[in-house]
């Protein structure tokens, strides 16, 4: 069977990709059902994008990478999409944008799109073999017990990165990469609960509060979250991904509180309280007593000289802590790193040594912050490369002869 495009992954950026892309399309999956990762964001009702999304809210070897897709197909674009479809939405904090009702809504909104571009979708189908041939490229697909063997003139790899497994994530994109021989970027887990060898935070499992985590790279205020096995909550999974094995991380657990001061003054009034009842206040109680042996928060208050309380403040402004790693691509949301953009046209997506043969999506090396960037990767990679396919910019000589096939 013959067709101009095949699409191989139908999670965000693949359906993207096929709702806007012209011509004879198939779209293929290994999954039951497209979309999981939409379903299952943003607690079910999926963070689709953020107001504020910039280039620099995304992570890259080459930073200046995303710009162009980002800017021909911004966030304001797919909220047309979304507004056009009657989505319900609301802002909940700094810019993210979730469905009022359901996640499966854009998942409804994709696939009527598709419907309309009249994209041919198979599910429950796998790649067994890819070649490429002097016309474009030969797919071996394995469905239902079935074999069949489908030409294409462009092929579109959308299966994103290594996060969440469970949810049906493979290497595939990079096998595609390597029998290609186009270069991948170094992976891990990004967005990611970060843990301790020790079980050091068992007892505080659940206690939540705003913190201030940085390191050497970057600095985020939002909510940690205490676990079992470590920290989690947006800060955590933000600094995640500019953290690495053996760095330690400093964590502010009164930003934007000038704690010392209000100490200070509360001495003349609640000088008879215990200290530790009064920062209880403005910490959670179960972190004040799990603090007040290693800080010494003993006394009253007003037997504490404002040396001391100057250094208590201090140190919880800047509590040093260092993670023995983090929970891997297990319960990661994105895979940093990936098809290395040196190898990819920023316009098209196209891989410049293998015309008509495209990456998008969490696939690339492009990994955005927590908050709907990276779903807006997906859209803007998506339309990207379907703008490409539509205007046929595949006008490079093919290299005959000169890949082998890929077995799955």
């Known amino acids: 069977m013959k067709y101009e495009t095949l ?23 290994h999954a039951k059902v497209p979309g999981e990762k939409i379903r299952i964001s943003g607690g079910g009702r999926c963070n689709f994008t953020n107001l504020h999304t910039t280039p620099e809210n995304f992570l890259s070897r080459n930073k200046h990478f995303c710009k162009s897709a980002l800017g021909r197909y911004a966030q304001w674009d797919f909220i047309e999409m979304v507004e056009k479809h009657r989505i319900a939405y609301h802002e909940k904090t700094l810019g993210q944008l979730f469905c009022d009702g359901s996640a499966k809504q854009i998942i409804t909104m994709l696939r009527d799109e598709m419907d309309s571009a009249k994209t041919e979708l198979r599910l429950r189908c796998s790649v067994s073999e890819l070649r490429k041939t002097e016309s474009g490229f030969e797919a071996t697909l394995e469905q239902d017990g079935q074999r069949s063997v489908v030409l294409s003139t462009q092929l579109v790899i959308a299966t994103g990165g290594k996060s969440i497994p469970k949810m049906g994530a493979t290497d595939f994109a990079y096998d595609v990469a390597k029998q290609f021989k186009i270069a991948v970027t170094e992976t891990r887990a990004a967005l990611v609960p970060l843990t301790f060898s020790d079980a050091r935070f068992k007892p505080l499992a659940g206690t939540a509060l705003p913190a201030r985590i940085s390191n050497s790279n970057a600095s985020f205020d939002e909510g940690m979250l205490f676990t079992h096995r470590g920290l989690s909550g947006p800060s955590i999974l933000q600094i995640s991904s500019f953290w690495r094995e053996g760095e330690t991380l400093f964590v502010n657990l ?27 206040h403005y910490l959670p109680a179960r972190l004040v007593e799990f603090l007040s042996g290693p800080l010494a928060l003993s006394g009253k208050l007003a037997d504490q000289s404002d040396a001391r309380l ?21 319960t990661a949301e994105v895979t940093l790193g990936g098809i290395d953009t040196d190898m990819l046209s920023s316009k098209t997506m196209m891989c410049k ?37 539509a205007s046929n910019q595949t006008s490079c000589i093919l290299n005959r002869g000169a890949y082998s096939s890929f077995s799955g």
């Not at 191989?8 to 399309?25: F, P």
């Not at 930003?255 to 530790?276: A, C, F, I, M, Y």
């Not at 100057?310 to 297990?330: F, I, N, Q, V």
């Open 7 to 29: 699409i191989i992954g139908a999670g965000a950026a693949g359906m993207m990709c096929a709702a806007h892309t012209k011509g004879r399309v198939l779209l293929v999956d």
């Open 254 to 280: 009164i930003p934007n509180l000038e704690l010392v001061d209000l100490l200070r003054s509360q001495r003349q009034e609640q000088g008879k309280r215990k200290l530790t009842t009064v920062l209880t």
């Open 310 to 330: 100057t250094e208590l403040c201090k140190a919880l402004s800047a509590w040093s802590l260092t993670p023995s790693g983090s929970e891997g691509y297990r």
């Open 353 to 389: 040594t293998v015309p008509g043969l495209y990456f998008i999506g969490e696939a690339v090396d492009v990994t955005g912050w927590l908050g709907g960037y990276n779903f807006q990767w997906a859209w803007s990679s998506g339309w990207a490369a379907a703008q490409a396919i």
